[in-house]
């Protein structure tokens, strides 16, 4: 089994260790030219939220510390608000551990004071909303397919609504969708293989063509997955993966599932 794959497999169960490891991967890759910084970091941060739910106060300060990496992220982008609310919360979870007689949290605290973000005291965010995500978050990270899907839902609507970068929510989205997939839910393919194809658009149109092609032709893989398993529903967003300009993605899912060939129409003359 892919390496990458079976990590998230043994996340999807609940595992510190494996969500851990995929977090320190995903911090790794922050520091990499050719990655964007941000899919990065949003990845580490789930994964993080993931781990502090399942560990202990280790993978607590752990968050903590990835919350405060993105808040020193948005302060260097100019996005003030957002790294006042990333170093709020960071603050939150150290001042909890530190109430609990953690020194390495208490000592993080002391440094922490010394640049603190200014511009004001950061608005708390709906106590009720910010409850129901931390539940979702502890429920998702211990592998509940239905917390799963609620995320992923609220990746989806911040989006539409503006509310959320499109590339964060997009990238929250395909981790959520890629974690509840690997449980072989069938619904969850559906959303993978959805979440792929809006991402591919998006990077179609100004982002990256070589994203924009990978993310393609795996929706294209996905669907033809999922209609070889009797999926009469994702026939038609098939048939639209493999029509005019998307056939270049196409040929790539073809390479790695010669099936998807049954559903092309052939051209010219024989």
């Known amino acids: 089994m892919d390496p990458m794959a079976d990590l998230i497999g043994q996340a999807a169960k609940g595992s510190s260790a494996a969500q851990v490891g995929l977090m320190e991967q995903a911090m790794i ?33 752990m ?13 260097d982008r ?4 957002n790294a006042r609310w990333y170093q709020h919360e960071a603050t939150e979870r ?3 551990l530190a109430a609990a007689g953690d020194d390495q949290a ?10 603190v973000i200014p511009g004001g005291e950061e608005s708390a965010a709906d106590p009720q909303a910010q409850e129901t995500f931390r539940q979702q978050v502890s429920a998702a990270a211990h592998g509940d397919v239905t917390a799963l899907s609620a995320l992923f839902e609220e990746a989806i609507r911040s989006m ?7 590339l964060e929510a997009l990238t929250a989205a395909e981790l959520y969708s890629r974690l509840g997939s690997s449980t072989g839910d069938v619904g969850q393919l559906r959303r993978l293989a959805g979440v792929l194809v809006t991402r591919g658009e998006y990077e179609s149109n100004g982002g990256c063509p070589t994203i924009a092609r990978i993310a393609m032709s795996e929706a294209t893989e996905l669907s033809s997955v999922l ?7 994702m026939m038609p967003y098939l048939e639209q993966l493999l029509a005019g300009k998307l056939k270049p993605s196409a040929v790539v899912a073809a390479i790695a599932r010669p099936t998807v060939l049954h559903f092309i129409e052939p051209e010219g003359n024989c």
């Open 29 to 61: 890759a922050s520091t990499v030219s050719s990655v964007r910084p941000v899919e990065a970091l949003i990845s580490a941060e789930i994964w993080a939220r993931f781990a502090s739910c399942t560990g202990g106060r280790a993978e607590v300060r």
């Open 63 to 75: 968050l903590a510390n990835v919350l405060l990496v993105r808040a020193s992220f948005e302060l």
């Open 78 to 81: 100019g996005v003030i608000p």
């Open 94 to 96: 150290l001042l909890s």
């Open 106 to 115: 208490g000592a993080t605290l002391v440094a922490l004071a010394d640049s």
């Open 160 to 166: 539409k609504s503006g509310e959320c970068d499109a």
């Open 227 to 233: 209609v070889d398993a009797g999926d009469a529903e």
